[in-house]
C-alpha cells in the first residue's frame, strides 16, 4: 500500500480507474507465482535475464489474461505492446508481442480459436 500512497501522493488521478490500479498493483504480486510459471514455458532465456521493463509488462499482461477474463486478450496485448513501445528496449515490444501472443493461445485457447474463425 506505500507504492499506492505514493503514487496518490505524487500523481494527478484525474482519468485513473484507482479500483483497477489497486487491483493490479495487489493482484500481480499475489499471483506472480502462477503468473511467472505461466510465461517461463515461453520464454527463451529464464527469468532473470529479461529486461525488467519488459518483464513488468509481461507479468502485468499475463495477469490480466490469467484473471480478467472480461478483457479482449487482444485488448491485453495491444496495451502491453504499447507499454513496452514507451517504456521498453527498442525492439521489446516485438519480445513482448511474440511471448504475450504464445502465452494468449494458452491461457486463452478458446478465445484465440473463436477469433481466428471469425477472420476465415
Same mark, same amino acid.
Given at each position: 500500500?506505500?507504492?499506492?500512497?505514493?503514487?496518490? +501522493? &505524487?500523481? #494527478?488521478?484525474?482519468?485513473?480507474?484507482?479500483?483497477?490500479?489497486?487491483?493490479? %498493483?495487489?493482484?500481480?504480486? $499475489?499471483?506472480?507465482?502462477?503468473?511467472?510459471?505461466?510465461?517461463?514455458?515461453?520464454?527463451?532465456?529464464?527469468?532473470?535475464e529479461?529486461d525488467?521493463?519488459?518483464?513488468?509488462?509481461?507479468?502485468?499482461?499475463?495477469?490480466?489474461?490469467? +484473471? &480478467?477474463? #472480461?478483457?479482449?486478450?487482444?485488448?491485453?496485448?495491444n496495451?502491453a505492446?504499447? %507499454?513496452?513501445?514507451?517504456? $521498453?528496449?527498442?525492439?521489446?515490444?516485438?519480445?513482448?508481442?511474440?511471448?504475450l501472443d504464445k502465452l494468449?493461445?494458452?491461457?486463452?485457447?478458446s478465445?484465440?480459436?473463436?477469433?481466428?474463425?471469425?477472420?476465415?
Open positions: 500500500m506505500d507504492i499506492l500512497n505514493s503514487y496518490k +501522493q &505524487r500523481t #494527478d488521478l484525474g482519468n485513473v480507474d484507482m479500483e483497477y490500479f489497486q487491483l493490479l %498493483l495487489l493482484g500481480v504480486p $499475489g499471483h506472480l507465482q502462477a503468473i511467472d510459471q505461466a510465461l517461463t514455458p515461453h520464454l527463451s532465456r529464464p527469468l532473470k529479461i525488467p521493463i519488459e518483464l513488468a509488462i509481461l507479468r502485468l499482461a499475463a495477469y490480466e489474461l490469467q +484473471q &480478467r477474463l #472480461d478483457i479482449p486478450y487482444r485488448v491485453v496485448i496495451e505492446i504499447e %507499454l513496452a513501445k514507451t517504456f $521498453g528496449a527498442e525492439a521489446g515490444h516485438k519480445f513482448v508481442n511474440g511471448i494468449a493461445t494458452t491461457i486463452r485457447a478465445e484465440v480459436r473463436s477469433r481466428g474463425k471469425q477472420k476465415d
